[in-house]
């Protein structure tokens, strides 16, 4: 049944894709690490960002209302090593919080 789904389509001349990527752009950007937010906002990715640090966090947050868009880059910590007691994003009784 998948196999005639999929052929009818092709033969339809229809193409499936995944759906395209939005980047928030109107965002505050996060260019280095660690960081501490303390302002409700949006706040982005706009490269892949590399930390060593191996304690504490890269990102805390300490506002409520904050929107984390990732824009398909990553938040990396492997120079910290296997032993790294560190976190990605930390927030602790804060509302509203969104990561993307």
Request: proline share 2%; net charge positive; hydrophobic share 50%.
């Amino acid at each position: 049944m998948k196999k005639f789904l999929l052929a009818l389509a092709g033969a339809a001349g229809v193409l499936f894709s995944a759906p395209a990527l939005a980047e928030t752009v109107n965002c505050t950007a996060i260019t280095a690490v660690p960081v501490t937010i303390t302002a409700q906002g949006v706040y982005c990715l706009k490269k892949n960002i590399v930390t060593a640090i191996t304690s504490g966090a890269a990102i805390t947050i300490a506002a409520s209302n904050v929107t984390i868009d990732f824009n398909e880059f990553k938040l990396g910590g492997l120079a910290s090593g296997a032993a790294t007691q560190a976190v990605g994003v930390y927030a602790l009784n804060r509302k509203n919080i969104t990561l993307r």
